[in-house]
C-alpha cells in the first residue's frame, strides 16, 4: 500500500516556475515507476512525466519536454516535478502517480494504481 501526498502547486506568472513535491509512504517506494499527470478543467487527465524506480530514465510528452524535469529522492521517499517556463496552458491541478514495476511505456493513467489528491497549478498570461 502506497499514500502519495503533493505540494507545491501555486499562482505563478507566464514564464516562471514551479517545483512540485510528492511524498510517498510505504517501505518500497524504491520499487515504483513515479509519473506526473494533469487535468485542466473539461479535458481529460494528460501525461506529464514519468520516472523510473532507480530514477535512472525519464519519459516526458512533447508539450513538457525541456521545461519539465522530473526526479525522485528514493532515500526520503520523495519524487519532484520541477516546471520552468510556464505557459497559461499549463494550467490544471497535478497529480502524482506511482506503480511498481519498470517506466517502460507507462504513460497512460490505467498504468497507475495509486494516486494523489492533486494540488492546483495556475499559470496567468
Known amino acids: 500500500q502506497v499514500q502519495l501526498v503533493e505540494n507545491g502547486g501555486g499562482l505563478v506568472q507566464a514564464g516562471g516556475s514551479l517545483r512540485l513535491s510528492c511524498a510517498a509512504s510505504?517501505?518500497?517506494?524504491?520499487?515504483?515507476?513515479v509519473a506526473w499527470f494533469r487535468q485542466a478543467p473539461g479535458k481529460q487527465r494528460e501525461f506529464v512525466a514519468a520516472?523510473?524506480?532507480?530514477?535512472?530514465?525519464?519519459n516526458y510528452p512533447e508539450a513538457v519536454k525541456d521545461r519539465f524535469t522530473i526526479s525522485r529522492d528514493n532515500a526520503k521517499n520523495m519524487g519532484f516535478l520541477q516546471m520552468s517556463s510556464l505557459k497559461p496552458e499549463d494550467t490544471a491541478v497535478y497529480y502524482c502517480?506511482?506503480?511498481?514495476?519498470?517506466?517502460?511505456?507507462?504513460?497512460?493513467?490505467?498504468?497507475?494504481?495509486?494516486w494523489g489528491q492533486g494540488t492546483q497549478v495556475s499559470v496567468s498570461s
Open positions: 520516472i523510473s524506480p532507480t530514477g535512472l530514465n525519464t
Open positions: 510505504g517501505r518500497t517506494f524504491s520499487l515504483y515507476t
Open positions: 502517480a506511482a506503480d511498481r514495476g519498470s517506466l517502460y511505456r507507462r504513460d497512460s493513467e490505467t498504468q497507475y494504481y495509486y
